[in-house]
């Protein structure tokens, strides 16, 4: 997270040096973005970048964490219209990504992120449907939102337990299709049709009663 010095900044500043790292960050993938970039664009001096930030990573994952908070209020949004079904707003929710990145800004900066995943890229997508993690690694608190929007009766599911181990397969299925998307180089259209074809899979249950 960046420091109180960045949040002390006047908005004009802090939209420009964060405008200056997306930049950058669509440029190259994160192990080879310069801070001396960032800050050239941002008009800002070298020394004041490390007041703001730890280093780079920082800034990079700020910068992915405020992406998947914007995204994750849509998903909340279209679950409470769909009336709690889970599926509609997760199938609804990739088609919004699969929009944002026929926008070449967004495509350049989360094909970065994408083609180099690390665990740490992996967790901040995560975000996206169970939110942010809590110190100490502990979910639950991020999940209550999202758990009271649901229907459950549209889902065989059993507790808090296997509730969380459901969003973590939504998580992945939808995580996996993305990179997908940039590793094979398909169309928008087929990447929603085997999007589509997973969470109906998902849907019907994969085992013959």
């Known amino acids: 997270m960046p420091k109180v010095t960045f949040f002390n900044l006047p908005d004009a500043k802090r939209k ?3 405008e200056a790292a997306e930049k950058e960050f669509s440029r190259v993938p994160l192990s080879q973005a310069s801070i001396s970039n960032i800050v050239k664009s941002a008009c800002v001096a070298r020394g004041s970048f490390y007041q ?3 280093n780079k990573e920082d800034a990079f994952y700020y ?3 405020l992406q998947t908070e ?7 949004s279209t679950l409470e219209e769909s009336g709690g079904d889970i599926f509609i707003a997760v199938e609804r929710l990739f088609q919004l990504m699969l929009e944002d990145l026929s926008n070449e800004d967004n495509l350049k900066f989360l ?6 995943v690390t665990h740490e890229i992996e967790d901040s997508f995560t975000g996206l449907f169970i939110g942010q993690k809590q110190v100490g690694g502990n979910v639950e608190d991020a999940l209550n939102r999202i758990n009271g929007m649901i229907d459950s009766n549209k889902l ?19 995580f996996r299709n993305l990179v997908d998307k940039f590793s094979r180089n398909i169309s928008n259209e087929e990447a929603m049709d085997n ?7 998902l849907r019907k249950g ?4």
Request: aromatic share 16%; charged share 25%; no cysteine.
């Open 70 to 76: 914007k995204r994750r209020e849509y998903f909340l």
């Open 111 to 116: 094909q970065n992120a994408l083609m180099n």
């Open 195 to 201: 999007f589509r074809i997973e969470m109906e899979l």
């Open 16 to 18: 420009k040096l964060m």
């Open 156 to 174: 065989n599911i059993t507790g808090n337990q296997e509730f969380f181990h459901v969003m973590q397969i939504l998580t992945s299925v939808t």
């Open 52 to 54: 703001y930030f730890e």
């Open 206 to 209: 994969l085992y013959k009663s």
């Open 63 to 65: 910068l992915l964490k």
